[in-house]
T-cell receptor
Framework: AQSVTQLGSHVSVSEGALVLLRCNYS??????LFWYVQYPNQGLQLLLK??????LVKGINGFEAEFKKSETSFHLTKPSAHMSDAAEYFC?????????????FGQGTRLTINP | NAGVTQTPKFRVLKTGQSMTLLCAQD?????MYWYRQDPGMGLRLIHY???????AKGEVPDGYNVSRLKKQNFLLGLESAAPSQTSVYFC??????????????FGPGTRLTVL
């Protein structure tokens, strides 16, 4: 079964520092991977997704993620953290479900930005 | 466009009571989903629909029923609420035309407490 593991339920960085959120997946077929962000008291919003092709994927708000098949990883990075990046981040893998799409989510990583 | 909306935003129930959560989308999306979010567990799929008049079970369907009588609405019902159903419920929708590449659009969530 396909699954996603996010390493670290809480990550704290200083404003201006590098953000690195880790995601590892388990899949027997080529995975389709997503990062979603959830700001306080809001629903989830797509940051970026990997389908096929270029392994470095750029998303919104300066985030990017690199698909590494050999490491079964899809880590999310941002060179310089901003206070507005404080949120919970979810990595997900897309699974076929009887003609529909099921997103299998990781446990989430809460990102805190220190001034 | 309002996107995906959910009603109500908050609700407190006593054990054994029933209620219906309403999800509405104005993007003419074909697919709709109900998830629950619990601390440390990410989001889990309850039920989903691939079109008007269709519903199917997801990962954790027990204790819930759904209906999709109109394309824009997806209702989630709890017939006899239990404390284990205390959670935040998210509705999502997608076009359904990109298969596993589809982006799901999420509503703001309903926070349900069962006493």
């Amino acid at each position: 079964a396909q699954s996603v593991t996010q390493l670290g339920s809480h990550v704290s960085v200083s404003e201006g520092a590098l953000v690195l959120l880790r995601c590892n997946y388990s899949s027997s077929v080529p995975p389709y991977l997503f990062w979603y962000v959830q700001y306080p008291n809001q629903g989830l919003q797509l940051l970026l997704k990997y389908t096929t092709g270029a392994t470095l994927v750029k998303g919104i708000n300066g985030f990017e993620a690199e698909f590494k098949k050999s490491e079964t990883s899809f880590h999310l990075t941002k060179p310089s953290a901003h206070m507005s990046d404080a949120a919970e981040y979810f990595c997900a893998v897309s699974v076929s479900l009887q003609g529909a799409q099921k997103l299998v989510f990781g446990q989430g990583t809460r990102l805190t930005i220190n001034p | 466009n309002a996107g995906v909306t959910q009603t109500p935003k908050f609700r407190v129930l006593k054990t054994g009571q029933s209620m219906t959560l309403l999800c509405a989308q104005d993007m003419n999306h074909e697919y709709m989903y109900w998830y629950r979010q619990d601390p440390g567990m990410g989001l889990r799929l309850i039920h989903y629909s691939v079109g008007e008049g269709t519903t199917a079970k997801g990962e954790v369907p027990d204790g819930y029923n759904v209906s999709r009588l109109k394309k824009q609405n997806f209702l989630l019902g709890l017939e006899s609420a239990a404390p284990s159903q205390t959670s935040v419920y998210f509705c999502a929708s997608s076009w359904g035309t990109s298969g596993l590449f589809d982006e799901q659009f999420f509503g703001p969530g309903t926070r349900l407490t069962v006493l």
